[in-house]
């Protein structure tokens, strides 16, 4: 919560949540494959990658 808040100073709320939400999305998932061997289906790396150009977009504007 604190890298967060110090996000907030320098970039807007709506981008900074959307991001902190989404490394924590995507990081989950990507334990949950990795560390306790979930499937890697293809529609879910597809929604992942989708996630991720998600947020950088949000960034970018």
């Known amino acids: ?3 967060l808040a110090k ?4 970039i807007p709320l709506g981008t900074a949540y959307p991001v902190w939400t989404g490394i924590g999305a ?3 998932v ?3 494959i990795l560390v306790f061997k979930e499937p890697a289906s293809f529609w879910r790396l597809f929604f992942i990658f989708t996630l991720i150009a998600s947020v950088v977009g949000l960034k970018m504007v």
């Not at 996000?7 to 320098?10: C, G, I, L």
């Open 26 to 28: 995507v990081g989950t």
């Open 30 to 32: 990507l334990i949950g």
């Open 1 to 3: 919560m604190v890298f």
């Open 7 to 10: 996000a907030t100073k320098t």
